[in-house]
C-alpha cells in the first residue's frame, strides 16, 4: 500500500507522453488468445490491470512476456483447458473478455463474475443474450458464468443498453460464429475500433466498428499479426483537465485529438485554450475556470471516466456547475474527499450541484476507485499545500509512470510505503 503527496498550488509547465489505453489492452490482450502464431501488441501500459491480464494469460498456458523494447508477444497455440483462477480474474473488470475469446477460441469458458470499480450494479445481461442469440448455453452458478457452444452461428443482437463490455465480448464471440452477426446499439468507444482493427489485422472479417451498427462474417482462421494499441484517451483528459485547473501551459503527446473532442470541447467552454497539432495537444490556461453544465454519455459523448477529475476541476470555477452521471448508477466517490479540501458539492441523485470556491485546501484524502484517484491527483494540483492521496493502488490500475509525469510538468511529488 502506498500514498501519494502532492504540492500543488502552481501553474503545470511542460511535455508528458501519453501512454496506450487500458481499456483498450485489456480488449486487445485477451482477443489474442485467438489467432495462430505470435501476435506482438505495442504501446501497451505498464499498469496493474495489464500485468494481471498478463498473469492470466501466462496462468492459462499461454506464452506472453514484455519484450525489451516494451511491447508484448502473446502466444496462445497451447491452452489448458482449466477454468482461470478466481485469485486474478477478480482483480479486473475486464476478465470477462475471457468469456467471449474462449468461447471462440475453444467452444466454451468458465469465468468467475468479475470485480473492478465499484460504479453501482455492473449487470453482464447484454454480454450473456449476445452468447445465447449467437448459439451458446449460457449459466451461472456461486458466482461463475460458464458458456458453452458445439457450433457458434451468426446472429443478428440489439443491445438494449449501449455496453462496451458486451459489444467487445460478443464481437470476440462473434469471429468464430458460422455465418453473419449484426450487433445493433453497439458502442462506439474508440477502442471497440482499436479491437476490431487489431481482430481484421489478424484475418477477421469485421466491418462498422465505430458505428452503432457491427458485421461480423464469423469463420475466418486467424493468424497472428502485429498491433499498437491506440493512445489512452482518459490519461490524456486527466492531464489536461489538471493543466486547465491548475493554469500553466501543457503539451501532450502521442494523443488523437479527434478522441479528445468531447474532453476539449468542454475545457474549451470552461476558458481553457487547446491547441491541437497532428498527434499532439496543447492546454494553456491562465484564468480561473468557467462552470459548466455536463452529462456524462456513451462515446461520443463526454466519457464517464474523465467525469471525476473534471468535477476537480470545477470545485475551483467561478459560478455554479452541474455535472449529471449518465452511464453508471454511483460515481461520485470522489466528492467526499474533494469536500474534505473545502470543496463544495451536493450530490442529488445523478447529478453533483459545485458551487465554485476560490481555492482547494491540501488535506488527506482517500481514493477508493481508479477515477476517484485521477480526480484527487488533479485536486492534489491545484491545492494550496500538500495533499497525501492514500489508495494509490487505484490509480496505478491505471496510469503510468504518473510521478515522472507530474514531475515532468514541474509538480512536487513522492510516493511512499504506508505504514
Ligand atoms: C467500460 O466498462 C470501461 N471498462 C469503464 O471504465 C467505463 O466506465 C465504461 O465502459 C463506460 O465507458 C473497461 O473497458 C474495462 P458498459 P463496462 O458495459 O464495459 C449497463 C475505468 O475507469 N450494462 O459500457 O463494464 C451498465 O450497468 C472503467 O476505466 C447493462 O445494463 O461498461 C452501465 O450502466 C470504469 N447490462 C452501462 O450499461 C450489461 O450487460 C454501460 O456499461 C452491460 C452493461
Known amino acids: 500500500m502506498a ?101 471462440a477460441r475453444q467452444g466454451r469458458a468458465e469465468v ?49 443498453v449501449v455496453s462496451v463490455g458486451a459489444t467487445i465480448n460478443v464481437l470476440l464471440a462473434a469471429t468464430a460464429a458460422e455465418g453473419t452477426t449484426v450487433l445493433e446499439n453497439a458502442a462506439r468507444e474508440p477502442h ?60 501532450l503527446e502521442n494523443v488523437i485529438p479527434t478522441h479528445l473532442e468531447p474532453v476539449s470541447a468542454k475545457l474549451k467552454e470552461a476558458g481553457a485554450l487547446v491547441l491541437e497539432n497532428g498527434d499532439s495537444v496543447r492546454v494553456i490556461s491562465t484564468e480561473r475556470p468557467l462552470p459548466l453544465q455536463l452529462k456524462t454519455m456513451p462515446y461520443p459523448g463526454f466519457p464517464t471516466d474523465a467525469m471525476p477529475p473534471m468535477t476537480a476541476l470545477l470545485s475551483i470555477a467561478s459560478g455554479t456547475s452541474l455535472v449529471s452521471e449518465g452511464v453508471w448508477e454511483n460515481r461520485f466517490a470522489h466528492v467526499n474527499e474533494l469536500r474534505k479540501m473545502g470543496a463544495r458539492i451536493r450530490v442529488e441523485g445523478r447529478t453533483a450541484v459545485i458551487e465554485g470556491v476560490d481555492a482547494l485546501q491540501a488535506a488527506p484524502v482517500e481514493a477508493r476507485d481508479l477515477r476517484a484517484a485521477a480526480a484527487l491527483m488533479v485536486a492534489g ?3 494550496e499545500g500538500q ?33
Request: contains cysteine.
Open 3 to 103: 500514498k501519494l503527496l502532492v504540492d500543488g498550488g502552481r501553474p503545470l509547465r511542460g511535455t508528458v507522453r501519453i501512454s496506450g489505453r487500458k481499456n483498450s489492452a485489456v480488449a486487445v490482450m485477451p482477443a489474442a488468445l485467438l489467432p495462430q502464431g505470435t501476435s506482438r501488441l505495442e504501446n501497451l501500459p505498464r499498469i496493474t490491470d495489464v500485468e494481471v491480464f498478463l498473469s492470466i494469460l501466462r496462468q492459462m498456458g499461454a506464452e506472453a512476456a514484455w519484450r525489451e523494447d516494451g511491447s508484448i508477444e502473446v502466444n496462445a497455440e497451447r491452452l489448458y483447458r482449466l477454468p482461470v483462477s478466481f485469485e486474478l480474474t477478480r482483480r479486473l473488470r475486464a476478465s470477462y473478455y475471457l468469456l467471449g475469446a474462449l468461447l
Open 112 to 160: 468467475a463474475l468479475p470485480g473492478g470499480c465499484d460504479l453501482g450494479p455492473r449487470p453482464i445481461d447484454q454480454h450473456l443474450k449476445g452468447f445465447r442469440a449467437l448459439g451458446a448455453e449460457v449459466s451461472l452458478q456461486r458466482g461463475t458464468v460458464k458458456v458453452q457452444a458445439r457450433q457458434l452461428r451468426g446472429a443478428r443482437i440489439y443491445f438494449d
Open 192 to 251: 471497440v475500433v482499436d479491437l476490431a482493427n487489431y481482430l481484421n489485422a489478424c484475418g477477421a472479417h469485421i466491418r462498422g466498428a465505430g458505428t452503432d451498427v457491427i458485421k461480423v462474417q464469423g469463420g475466418h482462421p486467424l493468424r497472428a499479426a502485429a498491433h499498437a494499441i491506440i493512445p489512452d484517451e482518459i490519461e490524456a483528459a486527466t492531464f489536461m483537465t489538471a493543466a486547465a485547473a491548475a493554469g500553466g501551459d501543457v503539451t
Open 381 to 383: 494540483c491545484i491545492a
Open 387 to 419: 495533499t497525501e492521496i492514500f489508495g494509490v493502488e487505484h490509480l496505478d490500475r491505471g496510469y503510468e509512470g504518473t510521478e515522472e509525469k507530474l514531475r515532468a510538468l514541474g509538480v512536487r511529488v513522492q510516493r511512499l510505503r504506508e505504514e
